[in-house]
């Protein structure tokens, strides 16, 4: 990099690649400045999403012809990044959406809400192609600062505080080992570039060290057992609507860089990493059988998903050799779940519209007579989330454990299909909830917020029990878009 | 091979069916808002969720002549296919295929299911749920066609848990009482245990085939069977796994707790759901793989055990039971623990003989006995009712009917069928001699419980209180459809006569030559594996037939007479045997044991996890950081707990662990 001349790293093809990137940081400049002459909130959500919309398109377009590898192969602007690049605006576009009537009492800040949320798709992205341990640490600050302020950022909410105050105490501690471990791999080897490092048979003691150290720090991000414990404590206390993005944006970009370090391990760690995913599903689903708020439900259920999707990386190490299988099945389950945690925990951000009683389940009794359609679309939720046929999460369930069968790890598969057979027990409770059992009495004469304020809501809604419909009964197209 | 896209038509038609009646329900209720008393639009619902079925039927008995006409060799009717999932070698495209197997299904649902659907408009009259009961049992009708006329196993697995979810729909749909939606829990989350075999069994068996297309994996399995057996054990724990799905949802051992639960539901719902559809669901599938199933004698002789054990558990407990839908639900589990013994014994055609004798009587009790619940103002205690026959004469009838096919009286269509399966059994020699002795106690139990239940309701003194009850007859919406089954209840077993008594009348097996090519298969494989079939010989045949119909008649008068003056016998039992009484009464007690083996460690589990995870982390260790909790604020007893100091431990012990267990493999 340092003896490398500018003029070559930043071509247009360079600039090209990050394009989707840069919209995004040129949208966040923008948005401050409107911030600062007016405070419409048309203008402001013209915005974001104007450029939300002009970073996807880009995206599009950049993924019809990927580039490759640019600045100097410490990035990596390939298909998958790109879609992962699609999957993140995704879930940022929902998380704004189901924020915009959010917030009561908080509105003044409203624009450094939406700059903060605008910058962590940057993140993301940055951490999805990264190529180069560096570069993937700038992505991960890049998405976490901005998350630290936003979990607090109902300020006079202990709850909120307290989930921004250990979320940000704990991923520094996590971003340290990051990078100790990358520090480690770089007295070992002498580069932080995984290109080269994919060159080197094998690691010594002290590469590996770096290697454990790193991918604990990973762990962390996508929450997988022993580093799970933070998750119901700063899922349940953050703003839903970031909420909604911690639990599928962040946890989407680590896994996507996962993929691409999972050849620093050895096969041996196959065992391992299939135990860890087992004991955080098994973690994660018992844990959410014995929840009664839903919020914490979910985010226990996240640990669980998070669990899943890890046996992908283990099936990759175990002898899976079909070629992009662990990639084509991650990216699939992670869309789904993406869509479907998104749709359900904004849900609950717009029932918490009216106060903030509803996650508690005794709350969600009865609701499906008062507001039909909420309860249908958390019910399609509820359902994808447990795996049911024709919905999004039954296909990246069965990628998933088929993944695991054709690496020989049949022990594992079983284990995991019985374990997400004990997920249906608590995603049913909700359905039972809202439709077969009457309304609390404390409930009876509560009013339905506004049609017009939740219209961003029911919006972003719609749009994700459409992809979760869509991804369940047409996979073919979104497979095909993977595969290609 | 014909290509037909109309075929797709079979299952949508009650899918678009089902979602009108939905869009109806909204509207009533919406119009329920504005006047309370509105009328909606249930009579609407209604016609939409019975046409739908019927068109459905239409097309199904459409598809079967077209079938017919064919030569027997290339009777199959394929749908356009729907290239539904392409990830590398994962292909799976969805096709609706009607073969025999399948055509026979298709009219079973289709035919019993337009027969229950024009009886639920009368049930169900009044219930203000009354268009979205249509729309859930129309969306049943979807899946349970989807599971039958799928070619792909992932296709059939769409229907499987669409039934399940629909059937827990239905459960629960009466859930003002409480408990209803507690059954629809346990029968959903019991169905997914055996789910999550099937999904284990469908992995391997794409391991093993590298397809999930039905036809292909039955062509491919005799493939699999030469030489060393290299492939035997995979291929019996596939077909293991696949059969424990199928106890799941065909309510044998030792997943059968559920059904009995199940009877929670409206009783149309029991009818066709948990007697006549559903729950054969499991026969169907072995019966549509048959040989994979019969390359292993081993897996054969697990389903029979299985179903021989579950006939006579199912049995015995029907005996004490004092709900006459549990009587029934019991019945159920018992009969389709004699599909299993057929399927498990080699006898393809004649467990499907059995499911579709059953449908038709098992089917008709059901909807009897809702005319009697219905009649008598929702009682459902065999001890407050008696001397019914008077009060309700046609459906008093048609029970009669569904009670002498049920307990296997000689001609009734449950003669042949069952007398079939024993056959079958008896032929197999060996350990299944034990298992033909199992299933003729439990046909001596079948024909006691089923008379005492017909003395129990219809003779006797009148047990119910006249003041509060007075039974009535059932209007013409439910009593037709009792007529229609009842007729083919009795005159179901010129389907399949005996081939002594064929010989006879000079009428052919029907259904066996109408199923021949799809069990050929299955049959070629078990002459692989086991050598010829024994073949019964004509004397023998007849002692067959004597012994079931000598034992059916015996225990179908001893049981009638038992109870035709009352509920005394019922009393002594309980008296003398007090401990029999209610160990069969309570199932064997195996809901007890789940109770105290499975789900309450379960349960203590969970609760010691999230408080190993929400408190004993927490509270366990030093509690340091007050001077930060002071920092923000009052109200954060959460901080001084240290939980974040013990978030921040776990996580670096996690790191030191993979560190050294990666350093050290």
Known sequence: MIQSDLARVYDADTLWAVSPAIALALGVLVLLMVGVVTHARWARGAVVAGTLGLSAVLQVVVLGDPPGAVFDGTFMADHASGLWGLLFLCGTAVAWLYSLNYYGEDRPYKVEHDVMMLTTPIGMMLMAGAQDLLLFFVGLELLSVPLYALCAFRRNRTRSVEAGLKYFLLGAFGAAFYLYGAALIFSATGTLSLAVLKDFGSFSTLAMSGVALLMASVFFKISVFPFHLWVPDVYEGAPTPVTALMATGTKAAAFAFLLRVTFLLPESAAMTVATIAIVTMALGNLGALVQQDVKRMLAYSGVAHAGTVLLVV??????????????????????????????????????????????????????????????????????????????????????????????????????????????????????????????????????????????????????????????????????????? | MEHHSWLWWIPFLPLVGSAVCGVLHYLTIRARRASPDAPGYAGLAGMVGVLSVGLSLVLAIRAFLLLRGLPVEERVLESTPWDWIGVGDLRIVLTIVLDPLSSTMTLVV?????????????????????????????????????????????????????????????????????????????????????????????????????????????????????????????????????????????????????????????????????????????????????????????????????????????????????????????????????????????????????????????????????????????????????????????????????????????????????????????????????????????????????????????????????????????????????????????????????????????????????????????????????????????SLEWILLGVGAAVALVFAYRGFVAYRDGIGADERLAERRPVLAGFLSEAWRVDASYQSFVVLPLGALARVTSAVVDQLVVDGIVNGSATVARAIGQRTRRFADGDLRSYALWIGAGAVAISFMWIWS
């Open chain 2, 110 to 538: 289709t035919g019993v299911g337009f027969l229950i659907h024009a009886y639920s408009t009368g049930y169900m009259k009044g219930d203000k749920g009354y268009a979205k009961f249509f729309a859930f049992m129309n969306l049943f009708v979807f899946a349970m066609l989807m599971l039958v006329a799928s070619s792909n196993l992932l296709g059939l697995f769409i229907g499987w848990e669409g039934v399940g979810l629909c059937s827990y729909l239905l459960i629960g749909f009466w859930y003002e009482k409480g408990w209803p939606a507690e059954a629809g829990q346990k029968a959903f989350v019991m169905n997914r245990i055996g789910d999550a075999c099937f999904l284990v069994g469908s992995f391997l068996l794409v391991r093993l085939f590298g397809t999930l297309d039905l036809s292909e994996i039955g062509t491919l399995v005799p493939g699999l069977l030469g030489g060393s057996g290299e492939h035997d054990l995979e291929l019996a724990v596939t077909a293991l796994l696949l059969f424990g799905g199928c106890c799941g949802k065909s309510a044998q051992i030792p997943l059968f707790t559920w059904l009995p639960d199940a009877m929670a539901g409206p009783t149309p719902v029991s009818a066709l759901i948990h007697a006549a559809t559903m729950v054969t669901a499991g026969v169907y599938l072995v019966a549509r793989l048959n040989p994979l199933f019969a390359a292993s004698p081993t897996v054969l002789a697990v389903i029979a055990t299985v179903g021989a054990v579950t006939a006579l558990v199912g049995a015995s407990t029907a005996l004490v039971q004092r709900d006459i839908k549990k009587v029934l639900a019991y019945s159920t589990v018992s009969q389709l623990g004699y599909m299993f013994l057929g399927l498990g014994s080699g006898a393809f055609g004649a467990a499907i003989f059995h499911l579709v004798t059953h449908a038709f009587f098992k089917g008709l009790l059901f909807l009897g006995a809702g005319s009697v619940i219905h009649g008598m103002h929702e009682e459902q205690d065999l001890h407050k009712m008696g001397g019914l026959r008077k009060h309700m004469p046609r459906t008093y009838v048609t029970f009669v009917a569904g009670a002498a096919a049920l307990s296997g009286l000689p001609l009734m269509s449950g003669y042949f069928s069952k007398d079939e399966i024993l056959a079958h059994a008896f032929s197999a020699g060996g350990y299944y001699y034990l298992l033909w002795a199992v299933g003729i106690g439990g046909a001596m139990l079948t024909a006691y419980y089923t008379w005492r239940m017909v003395a129990l309701t219809f003779f006797g003194p009148e047990r119910f209180d006249h003041h509060h009850v007075h039974p009535h007859e059932s209007p013409f919406s439910m009593t037709g459809p009792l007529a229609v089954l009842a007729l083919l209840s009795v005159g179901g077993g010129l389907l399949g006569l005996a081939p002594v008594l064929g010989h006879l009348a000079h009428l052919p097996h029907l259904m066996g030559d109408w199923l021949a090519p799809v069990v050929e298969p299955g049959e070629r494989v078990l002459a692989m594996r086991h050598g010829p079939h024994g073949e019964v010989s004509h």
């Open chain 1, 314 to 484: 283990a099936a990759a190490l175990g002898g899976d050799r079909q070629p992009h299988g662990a990639l084509d099945a991650a990216l699939y389950y992670m869309a789904a779940y993406v869509f479907t945690a998104a749709g359900a925990f904004g849900l609950l951000a717009m029932l918490e519209q009216g106060g903030d009683r509803f996650t508690h389940i005794d709350n969600l009794r009865g609701l499906a007579r008062r507001r039909p359609y909420t309860a249908a679309a958390l019910t399609l939720f509820m359902l994808s989330l447990g795996g049911i046929p024709l919905t999004g999460g039954f296909l990246g369930k069965y990628l998933v454990f088929y993944s695991a069968v054709r690496a020989d790890m049949i022990g594992v598969a079983v284990i995991g299909v019985l374990l997400s057979v004990v997920a249906l027990g608590y995603y049913l409770r909700v359905v039972v909830a809202l439709y077969m059992q009457p309304e609390p009495a404390s409930l009876a004469g509560v009013a339905v917020p506004a049609r017009r304020t939740l219209l961003p809501a029911s919006f972003a809604t719609g749009a994700c029990a459409a992809l979760v419909l869509l991804l369940g009964v047409l996979p073919r197209w979104f497979l095909t878009q993977i595969g290609s």
